[in-house]
């Protein structure tokens, strides 16, 4: 129903486009959301079945740790099931690098700079192309070379942008050039500086992260502050939000960030009051019930859930779907922000799940006649 305004647009950094498999990152692509498996990988089934909870959730892209020779072993059932590209997360050994680009990986999250001598690189870069294979190079302020580290005094957004730099510049050397880069801190001021300096300093894309942010609350908090303001910037082209909390959780957070700034649209977007003594129904136990009743909706759509008449109907003006609480448990639902009908508390949860399924269906055929993807 919202209808885009300057004060409502984003403004994108321009940047190169790479390919992550079949999903583009970076140029005019939509930014993407990603996450990270936390299963044993060598336990390929148990590591699909935590994909395909992703997937769900809408994860355009997984990564996978590949620590030793088992999990690398496993990659190529894992690719092969994996219905999103997979990323292989890469610490010191290069060889487990070649093991998963061999075996169907997307892209290798390994840091040229920490894998020792110049052949090796040039052998990472060789798998890569060969594979064709992108690279993300994943600078972290917790992780940052020694020599920079005493060159700086301590993790700064100069050490970890020259950290960046001096990885990226090994790639280039090789002739390599699909590759995304990270600069990923814990502090968010540090982080923020960091990306931002770095987003002036090279053409390739980015790829967002308050690393190590903390549990769900006060991790979404942190993240959507720091890669929010980044985004807000036009600064970023994928998102992992760090959570110390399932992989979906982080994808479902990625997406309401991204949702918030008008970047994505994925699923039904609630508005709802924190509710008060006005309420005309329990708004907190509705819009609980309502986001597990409805979140297998993947068409954007929107829905209104407010406990009385004070903003109910300035809302439901603004969303596709609108419920406001009235007195006497009968309650007024708005089709399009018009006023439509009352309905009943015992009858009203089941009634506003069709409502909204009916409409997602309906936006759904009308996009298949027009020959649309349903955005996402
Ligand atoms: S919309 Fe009504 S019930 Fe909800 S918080 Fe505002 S005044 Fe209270």
Not at 58 to 75: H, K, Y
Not at 167 to 177: G, N, T
Not at 214 to 227: F, R
Request: glycine fraction near 10%; proline fraction near 4%; aromatic fraction near 4%.
């Amino acid at each position: 129903m919202s209808s885009i305004r300057p004060w409502r647009t984003v403004m994108r950094r321009q940047c190169r486009q790479i390919m992550v498999g079949s999903v583009p990152v970076g140029g005019d692509a939509p930014i993407t959301v990603q996450t990270m498996t936390n299963t044993p990988t060598a336990d390929a089934r148990a590591t699909i079945d935590q994909i395909r909870r992703c997937e769900d959730a809408g994860a355009d892209i997984i990564r996978v740790s590949c620590p030793d020779e088992a999990s690398t072993a496993a990659m190529r059932e894992i690719t092969r099931a994996a219905r999103i590209p997979v990323v292989a997360d890469i610490h010191f050994h290069y060889k487990r690098a070649l093991e998963a680009a061999d075996a169907g990986a997307a892209c290798l999250r390994i840091n040229p700079g920490n894998i020792g001598s110049s052949d090796r690189v040039a052998e990472v870069v060789r798998a890569a192309k060969a594979n064709g294979c992108a690279i993300r190079i994943g600078v972290n302020a917790g992780s940052l070379e020694k020599d920079l580290l005493e060159k700086y005094g301590e993790p700064c957004p100069e050490a970890l942008v020259e950290s960046a730099l001096d990885h990226i510049k090994l790639l280039q050397d090789h002739d390599f050039h699909q590759y995304k880069v990270a600069v990923k801190a814990s502090d968010v001021f540090l982080a923020v500086a960091a990306y931002q300096a770095l987003s002036e300093a090279v053409d390739c894309p980015l790829h967002l992260g308050i690393t190590e942010a903390g549990g769900l609350i006060g991790g979404t908090v942190k993240s959507a502050i720091g890669i929010g303001s980044l985004l807000w910037a036009g600064i970023g082209d994928t998102i992992r939000v760090s959570l110390s909390a399932e992989p979906e959780e982080e994808v479902r957070v990625g997406f309401e960030i991204l949702k918030a700034l008008g970047l994505r649209t994925r699923g039904v977007r609630i508005v709802s009051c924190p509710s008060c003594a006005r309420q005309g129904f329990d708004v907190i136990r509705t819009v609980e019930a309502l986001e597990k009743r409805l979140s297998h909706i993947k068409t954007p759509l929107s829905l209104s859930v407010l406990g009385c008449v004070v903003n109910g109907p300035g809302e439901a003006r603004e969303t596709d779907i609108g419920l406001t609480g009235g007195g006497n448990g009968k309650h007024m639902v708005y089709l399009s922000g018009v006023t439509d009908h009352t309905i009943e508390s015992e009858a009203m949860l089941d009634h506003i799940v069709r409502l909204v399924e009916a409409k997602a269906a309906e936006l759904e055929a009308g996009a298949a006649a027009d020959g649309d993807p349903v955005p996402a």
